[in-house]
């Protein structure tokens, strides 16, 4: 497979490249070296006059509380917030909430409904399509009144639901959703 010519790795150097006359390209130890000289002596380094005389005395971003450096100026400690120690303070705060709110949620209906009819029409219009799945596939010799009879339960319970729907809207419904 030959090197496509846009690829880095096929062995010859990008042009500019800096080639030895008649030799191999620099190893990568020999560019770093380069790079590392022309960096130089960092030993008479100073930030001020590196900075520039307008430079800002303060880090103008957030440092960690740990990190020591002068240039950081910190605000004063002043407890806000969660800052507190107070677990008994917060037990008490709670206290005074609940008393003052005092809710109490109402008990929940039954679940199944107070109408009896309406609670069969749904085990029916469920529970008979489940049946006669289980029946199909561990009892196929199952005898045909049986199958029926399901269907006719499975009928009777869908009809029973769609009489029992409303057939007209509340007068404050207009359709348009959920109020809030």
Avoid: C, Y
């Avoid at 049986?146 to 057939?167: E, H, K, T």
Wanted: proline share 14%; no cysteine.
């Amino acid at each position: 497979m030959a090197p496509r010519p846009d690829d880095p790795d096929d062995g010859v150097p990008p042009q500019g490249a800096d080639v030895p006359d008649g030799g191999d390209p620099p190893s990568d130890e020999d560019v770093w070296q380069g790079i590392v000289a022309q960096l130089g002596d960092l030993d008479g380094f100073d930030e001020k006059t590196a900075a520039g005389p307008d430079a800002p005395a303060a880090l103008d971003f957030p440092v960690a509380p740990w990190v020591p450096d002068a240039r950081v100026v910190r605000p004063a400690p002043d407890l806000s917030g969660r800052d507190w120690e107070g677990s008994a303070q917060f037990d008490d705060a709670e206290a005074t909430v609940d008393a003052e709110e005092h809710f109490v949620p109402p008990d929940p209906g039954p679940v199944l409904g107070g109408d009896p009819l309406l609670t069969m029409a749904w085990i029916a219009a469920v529970g008979m399509p489940l049946f006669l799945l289980i029946v199909v596939i561990f009892w196929p010799t199952a005898p045909a009144a049986l199958i029926q009879a399901a269907a006719v339960v499975f009928v009777l319970g869908v009809g029973v639901l769609l009489w029992r729907m409303p057939n007209r809207r509340d007068p404050g419904d207009d359709g348009t959703g959920a109020v809030v």
